[in-house]
C-alpha cells in the first residue's frame, strides 16, 4: 500500500495532480483515496463531484468512479475529538481568573491544530487496510512543513517533560487547588494530552515509513522553483521522503505565437535547472492543456500525459531519514541534505540532543542512547550529506 503526499507553492496545481494521480491508479485496477488536509479544501470542485451525478465529497471517503475515492477532511470535528478535554480544562483556568468566556473560547484554541489533526484521518485511513493508495492533497508548503515537524517536537516535549509533570500535579494538586483557587488539571487531562501525542507519534511513523513519500509539485517559474528546492532540503531535513517532481503547465516547445514562444524558452531554461537540481529524483512534465483540468475525464488525461506510462506509485530507492554508521575510528552520524547550502547549515550539541539547523529551518534530533555518551569531533557537509562525527566520552560514559 503507497501514500503519497502531494505538496507545492499555493496555486501550482498540487490538488489537480493528487486526484490525477488517484484517478489514474483506479484505473488501473487498483482502490484509491484521494484525501484532502488542506483547510481550503478544492478537491470537490477539482472532481467536478456534487454535480452531473458525482456525489459531494464530505468527511467519509465515497466513490466518484470505479475504484477511486474521496474525502474532505473534516479537520474542525476531528479537533473537537482531540482537544475537547484539554481545551474544557483550559476554559475552566481561564474562567476561575475572571476571562470572558468568548475571548476564553478563542484563547483555546491553537493556531494550526486543526490541521495537524487532520492527519490523523489520514493515519485511521491507511490503518484500515482498504486502499492500495491513499493520495494526499496537503496545505501549501509553508504550511504542509510545520504540520510535518510537529509530530516529533511534541512527542520530544512528551516524553522528556509530561512524566516529571504528572508527577508534580499529582502532589501538589491537594495544596495548589485550596491556596491558589486555579483548577489543575485532572488525570483525564493529562491522559488526552498524551493519547494525542501518541497519534501524532504514529502519524509521523506512517508519514516517515517505507511506503510512504512526498510529491513535490511545481510550476517552472523562477520563484516557484526555488521554493521547490527549499522544501526539498526542509523535508529532509525532518527525515520525509521525496520521491519525484511534477512540473505543471508546461507550454509546448514549439508555438507560432510571439508571446508563448518567449513563455516556452523561458519555461525550457526553469526545467533544465529542475532537471539539474533534482537529480536522480524522475521529473513528470504535465503539458499546459486547451481545457481547464476538471472533472475525472480531464483529470484521468492530465495524468496519463504527466506520467507517460510509467508506474504513478514508484518509489526510487532515495536516501531519506538517519543513519548511523562506524568508519574505524569514531561513530558517523549522516543525515541527507539535498540542495541545502554549506554556509546555510549549522550544528550544536543541546545536552542529549543534537540541534541541526538549514537556513531557517531547524530540527532537533534526540540522539540515540549510545552517541549521547558520545562528545562530538567534528562535522562535514559532503555529497548533499551532513556527517557528525562521535567519539566515545569517558566522562559521559561514566554518568
Not at 135 to 143: K, S
Not at 244 to 257: I, K, Q, W
Not at 284 to 312: N, Q
Request: with cysteine; hydrophobic share 45%; proline share 6%.
Amino acid at each position: 500500500m503507497r501514500v503519497v503526499l502531494f505538496t507545492g507553492k499555493g496555486g501550482v496545481g498540487k490538488t489537480t495532480t493528487a486526484a490525477g494521480t488517484a484517478a489514474l491508479a483506479a484505473a488501473r485496477g487498483l482502490k484509491a483515496l484521494v484525501v484532502s488536509t488542506d483547510a481550503a479544501h478544492s478537491l470537490q470542485d477539482t472532481l467536478g463531484a456534487g454535480r452531473d451525478g458525482v456525489p459531494a465529497l464530505g468527511p467519509e471517503p465515497v466513490e466518484v468512479a470505479g475504484g477511486l475515492f474521496a474525502q474532505q477532511v473534516d479537520a474542525r470535528g476531528r479537533f473537537e475529538r482531540s482537544w475537547e478535554e484539554v481545551q474544557t480544562y483550559l476554559l475552566e483556568v481561564l474562567d476561575s481568573v475572571g476571562v470572558d468566556p468568548v475571548e476564553a473560547e478563542e484563547l483555546t484554541v491553537l493556531p494550526g491544530a486543526e490541521e495537524v489533526l487532520a492527519l490523523l484521518e489520514v493515519r485511521d485511513q491507511v490503518r484500515s487496510d482498504r486502499w492500495d493508495l491513499v493520495a494526499v492533497d496537503c496545505a501549501p508548503t509553508a504550511e504542509t512543513l510545520r504540520l510535518l515537524a510537529l509530530p516529533e517536537a511534541l512527542t520530544r516535549y512528551a516524553e522528556r517533560v509530561f512524566p516529571v509533570e504528572r508527577r508534580l500535579v499529582r502532589t501538589l494538586r491537594p495544596m495548589l487547588d485550596r491556596v491558589v483557587g486555579v483548577p489543575l488539571p485532572r488525570d483525564r487531562v493529562l491522559d488526552a494530552v498524551q493519547r494525542l501525542v501518541a497519534d501524532l507519534r504514529d502519524v509521523r511513523a506512517l508519514l516517515t515509513g517505507s511506503d510512504a513519500s512526498v510529491r513535490l509539485v511545481l510550476t517552472p517559474e523562477a520563484v516557484v522553483v526555488a521554493e521547490a528546492r527549499r522544501t526539498l532540503t526542509s523535508l529532509a531535513l525532518h527525515g520525509y521522503r521525496v520521491d519525484a517532481v511534477v512540473a505543471n503547465r508546461v507550454f509546448p516547445a514549439s508555438v507560432d505565437d510571439g508571446w508563448l514562444a518567449g513563455w516556452a524558452k523561458a519555461q525550457a531554461e526553469r526545467l533544465r535547472e529542475v532537471e539539474d537540481s533534482f537529480a536522480p529524483l524522475p521529473v513528470h512534465r504535465s503539458p499546459y492543456r486547451a481545457v481547464e483540468p476538471v472533472g475525472l475525464e480531464e483529470l484521468l488525461g492530465v495524468a496519463e500525459l504527466t506520467y507517460a506510462g510509467s508506474d504513478p506509485l514508484a518509489l526510487p530507492e532515495v536516501a531519506a531519514g538517519i543513519s548511523v554508521s562506524h568508519d574505524g575510528e569514531c561513530w558517523v552520524l549522516q543525515l541527507p541534505l539535498p540542495l541545502a547550502r554549506r554556509t546555510d547549515l549549522d550544528l550544536m550539541r543541546a545536552g542529549e540532543d543534537l540541534v541541526v539547523c538549514a537556513g531557517t529551518d531547524r530540527r532537533v534530533i534526540a540522539l540515540p542512547s549510545f552517541l549521547r555518551r558520545c562528545s562530538v569531533v567534528g562535522a562535514a557537509f559532503e555529497d548533499d550529506r551532513l556527517l557528525v562525527r562521535f567519539v566515545p566520552d569517558q566522562e559521559r560514559g561514566a554518568r
